[in-house]
């Protein structure tokens, strides 16, 4: 079984400012990783992902997060974060082997941008 | 067209009615998802199509009731629902199973409200 945990629900963050959202997982077996933004009633949009290679991996909207295995963790990152960036962050985790379907939210993160 | 699209964006049914619910994606994936998404909350797997054939069900109640008439449509059937239905429904896809390489796209989601 794998687990995600986002360890911070909400992240109030000033116009213009870094942001790094945290994301944290547990599994007994290799892992893909995945974070989803979700604005205000809207479905879920695809921002990175972590297959394997590079562990820096870069995304849209100016985002990147780093893949750090003995860590287990995989922490979303933006150096200068815009209004339009205020959304739902949703870290999630999938077994990289046949037949896994399945993909473990993190409960989110709710980015606030403060103007 | 890397497009998951979910119709209708709203609904409101009263407690006695049935509805359908509607997905589309025309990337050629083969394995497509139902989540319920409540309020604050990271979205739950209901369903998950592989091939147009039902591989999970997680013990969703019966008064739903999924449908994949071709590789590229998805529906969900509601009777006699109840106010805590009430969710934000997402429609997903992937290339398969496995997610491939790209992970899992997702619709906009159906707004349904219960009355």
């Known amino acids: 079984a794998q687990s995600v945990t986002q360890l911070d629900s909400q992240v109030p963050v000033f116009e213009e400012a870094p942001v790094e959202l945290r994301c944290n997982y547990s599994s007994s077996v290799s892992v893909y990783l995945f974070w989803y933004v979700q604005y205000p009633n809207q479905g879920l949009q695809l921002l990175l992902k972590y297959l394997s290679g590079s562990t820096l991996v870069k995304g849209i909207n100016g985002f990147e997060a780093e893949f750090n295995k003995s860590q287990t963790s995989f922490h979303l990152r933006k150096p200068s974060v815009h209004i339009s960036d205020t959304a739902e962050y949703f870290c999630?985790?999938?077994?990289?082997?046949?037949?896994?379907?399945?993909?473990?939210f993190g409960k989110g993160t709710k980015l606030s941008v403060i103007p | 067209d890397t497009e998951v699209t979910q119709t209708p964006k709203h609904l409101v049914m009263g407690m006695t009615n049935k509805k359908s619910l509607k997905c589309e994606q025309h990337?050629?994936?083969?394995?497509m998802y139902w989540y319920k998404q409540k309020a604050k909350k990271p979205p739950e797997l209901m369903f998950v199509y592989s091939y147009e054939k039902l591989s999970i069900n997680e013990s969703v109640p019966s008064r739903f009731s999924p449908e994949c008439p071709n590789s590229s449509l998805l529906n969900l059937h509601l009777h006699a629902l109840q106010p805590e239905d009430s969710a934000l429904y997402l429609c997903?896809?992937?290339?398969?199973?496995?997610?491939?390489?790209?992970?899992?796209?997702f619709g906009q989601g159906t707004r349904l409200t219960v009355v």
């Open positions: 997903a896809s992937s290339q398969d199973l496995t997610g491939g390489r790209s992970g899992a796209f």
């Open positions: 999630a985790v999938r077994h990289s082997g046949a037949g896994s379907y399945q993909l473990t």
């Open positions: 990337m050629g994936h083969r394995a």
